[in-house]
């Protein structure tokens, strides 16, 4: 991941269009677990702290899931950060450039992240690291995409999303860590935020 970002001069861009003239972004991860009982999940954490440290950009960080035991509370108190003791089912409104990060995330709350945030200013500030959404697209049965709101906002997003998939190394591999990427939103201001009308499916080869 990080060697992506100090040579991969494309996904540099990416967050230089997100940052625009803002100088820091923040950082809220959602549904990560508990840390004290998974060493793939201090894995996840301490990368995203390494990012923070590496990458002079990465502003606050906040972390929030249902199952959080006050041992990871004090932990992550002690690591500089903020545990939200609330959820609104990742209905967080972007205010300014944030990058979430959803490991293992149901696709309801994908859909909740970006109907909260669903006009081109918005979706424009994301920077979304989880499992990819085109691999997700496959798997997912054509009578859902046309019903579901959830995939119909996916399916939508989907033309304006660049994707940039992670190289994992070996050992992050044998550490479990999951195979995520990071997505950019390059939606313009004539974006279509009407969801009634289902779009026709995306043709995968």
């Known amino acids: 991941m990080l060697d992506d970002l100090e040579n991969n001069k494309i996904i540099q861009q990416q967050f230089k269009d997100v940052l625009g003239s803002c100088t820091h972004v923040h950082v809220v991860i959602y549904c990560l ?27 606050n960080i906040e972390i929030y899931d249902p199952v959080i035991y ?3 509370i004090l932990a992550c108190n002690r690591l500089g950060l903020k545990v ?23 696709y309801t709350l994908i859909g909740n992240l970006l109907g909260a945030n669903w006009s081109s200013i918005c979706l424009n500030w994301i920077i979304l690291l989880t499992c990819s959404l085109h691999e997700a697209f496959k798997k997912v049965s054509h009578n859902l995409l046309c019903n579901h709101e959830t995939m119909i906002r ?3 997003i989907m033309k304006f999303t660049i994707e940039f998939d992670i190289k994992i190394t070996e050992k992050e591999k044998e550490e479990k860590f999951p195979d995520v990427a990071w997505h950019f939103f390059g939606v313009d201001a004539n974006f279509d935020t009407d969801i009634v009308s289902q779009p026709e499916p995306i043709p995968w080869t």
């Open 33 to 59: 677990g508990s840390i004290d009982y998974d060493l793939s999940l201090q894995v996840q954490l301490a990368l995203v702290l390494q990012l923070k440290e590496d990458a002079k950009w990465i502003g």
């Open 70 to 72: 006050m041992v990871d």
């Open 84 to 106: 939200l003791d609330f959820t609104k089912d990742c209905k967080r409104k972007s205010q300014r450039p944030t990058m979430f990060y959803m490991s293992y995330p149901y």
């Open 154 to 156: 996916l399916q939508k």
